[in-house]
């Protein structure tokens, strides 16, 4: 069978059982939250954070936009002498080429220091091709990387892990999920961005369910806290790495490469 027919069949079974996982027991659906803020002491160093992605920025089921992970690191960054503004453009339920659309352009625009894309969880979920999804991404870090000085991709995580799909399900989810996380390491290594490692330790994270919201689907505070924690260890040896910044992100070392996740 070909694969791509193949791999939209799973994904038409995975949608299918969460249709009817929500049928058997109801959930709640949530809206999106504002995550724009500043944070960050007064003096500190000024850093434009822009934000681009899916509900993993929006904080769908959270009750307060300060617990969003970009929040949460922004405050961490606070913590290392930096004023952070946060700038989203992330819209719940955005795919690849949503995020390519519709929010690259504006996040160019409006101009930053650091770009995070946190996208590929629906992607994977709802059947786009790793062909398809890598070259789509691909556009969009370009054209970000000819503007920002530093791009960030979240990778995908262990989607696998997520308690409202059925366990019959849930492995061929996490293949997904491990492939479109390879397309973000070779997308990253092609453009010289930053790619998060979702499969270290915070996999083993999400695999308790006490971090999912009640629509078993979004994490909650705790399931951003692991997030925000997984971009610091990110970004932190660019932006951290002496207490007076001397080195500006706009002079990042030219050897900089992100780890090799191909599988």
Sequence with gaps: MNRAVKGIGVMAGVLAGQAAW????PLPTYSDLDPNGTEGPTDGTPLRLLV?????????????????WVRVLARMLGDHGYRVGVASFAVGGSKAADVLRDQVGPAVAHGGDVALVSVGGNDALRGVGTRSFERTLDNAVAQLTASIPL?????????????RLPHAVATAARRRAKSLNAAHGRVARRHGAL????????????????VYAPDLFHPNAEG???WAAVGFELLAPVLTRS???QGSIRAIPDDRRPPDLSV
């Design 195 to 210: 790619v998060a490692d979702q499969w270290a330790w915070a996999a083993a994270r999400f695999r308790d369910p006490g």
């Design 52 to 68: 681009l992605g899916d509900s993993s920025c929006t904080g769908a089921g959270l009750d307060d936009p300060a617990d969003i």
């Design 224 to 226: 951003h806290q692991v």
């Design 22 to 25: 929500a049928r058997w027991r």
């Design 151 to 163: 791009v960030a991709l979240s990778g995908v995580g262990d989607i696998g892990t997520v308690p």
């Design 243 to 245: 207490p007076e910044h």
